[in-house]
């Protein structure tokens, strides 16, 4: 274990378990879906913002990617809990206070922060604002899943960039997505949501 992992986990940590309502937050914040549905809300919104059928094209193109850097990520992640399992801080240690269920799965990269970014780079693709927004909300539920006592900072940082290469991958090879992307706008337009 890196010496400053282990630190800045101790210092974040030792935050919970003092304030009733501060843990409340931290447990609202790490939960497994306020944060997830507030990220994947950035797709609803990046999907019908464009003003022009040009905008609208690019738009989808960017959810798609998105979507599809998501799955390979959860992929590779899972691949990646096969080769390396990592103990969680309040199993691996005495005295973590933990403010979340006991999750059993490998504890690096963090699932949770690769999905978070994953959303964030995929909206930032398109929009700044919306980018910035999902960087501010996966910050937001990485600090909580440390100090809440289920992952280490490492974790965190290798979840992140996880989820941002995966979304890169996706975007250099995205030509074989375009007819994919035609089907789903076609679908869509059926449905009335393009």
């Known amino acids: 274990m ?3 992992d282990w630190a800045l986990f101790q210092a ?3 935050l919970a378990g003092r304030w009733p309502a501060f843990d409340g937050l931290i447990r609202f914040l790490m939960n497994d879906y306020a944060l997830t549905t507030a990220l ?4 609803v919104v990046l999907w019908f913002r464009g003003r022009t059928p040009e905008e609208r094209r690019a738009d989808h ?5 998105t979507i599809v850097a998501l799955l390979i990520g959860m992929a590779a992640l899972k691949g990646l809990n096969l080769l390396y399992f990592r103990l969680r801080p309040f ?4 005295g973590v206070t933990l403010l979340f269920y006991h ?8 699932n949770a922060a690769a999905v978070a970014f994953t959303f964030a780079a995929g909206a930032a693709r398109r929009s700044t604002w919306l980018g910035a927004l999902g960087a501010a909300l996966g910050v937001l539920l990485g600090l909580s899943r440390i100090i809440g006592g289920v992952h280490y900072p490492l974790d965190i940082v290798a979840g992140a960039l996880l989820g941002v ?3 890169a991958l996706v975007e250099r090879c995205s030509r074989p997505l375009t ?6 706008r076609g679908l869509a337009a059926l449905l009335y949501l393009a």
Do not use: I, M
């Open 2 to 4: 890196l010496a400053w």
């Open 12 to 14: 974040l940590n030792s």
């Open 40 to 43: 994947s809300a950035l797709l």
């Open 61 to 65: 193109a960017a959810v798609l990617c």
């Open 91 to 94: 199993t691996a240690h005495d």
């Open 103 to 110: 999750p059993s799965d490998s504890s690096l990269p963090s």
């Open 165 to 167: 290469a995966t979304l």
């Open 179 to 184: 007819l994919l992307l035609r089907g789903v």
